[in-house]
């Protein structure tokens, strides 16, 4: 099988994800945030260092529209995989 092709179908499995997890996500998560709520409860309310540009996946005043969700999953995900493309192309160009 081509490597390419593979990549391709791990991107689009992803998108796939993307699509999918505002609807089938929890409303009630018990991620990190939880963890760290249970641990610390006043953990959540210190001043952040970096604004984030989608906070909690979403847009400023789009926080109720899931397909705003959708879109910042997907940006995420291109980024993520832009990045780790750029990385292990200078990586595997260096040997």
Do not use: R, W
Request: glycine fraction near 8%; proline fraction near 6%; charge should be negative.
């Amino acid at each position: 099988m081509n490597t390419k092709n593979v990549y391709i179908g791990i991107f689009a499995i992803a998108i796939i994800i993307c699509v999918l997890s505002p609807f089938l996500a929890s409303g009630d998560p018990d991620g990190l945030e939880a963890s760290a709520e249970h641990l610390n409860p006043d953990a959540l309310e210190e001043e952040q260092v970096i604004s984030p540009i989608m906070p909690d996946y979403t847009l400023e005043n789009m926080e109720d529209n899931p397909l705003v969700g959708v879109g910042c999953l997907i940006i995420g995900a291109i980024i993520s995989v832009a990045l780790a493309y750029g990385v292990f192309y200078l990586i595997s160009n260096k040997n």
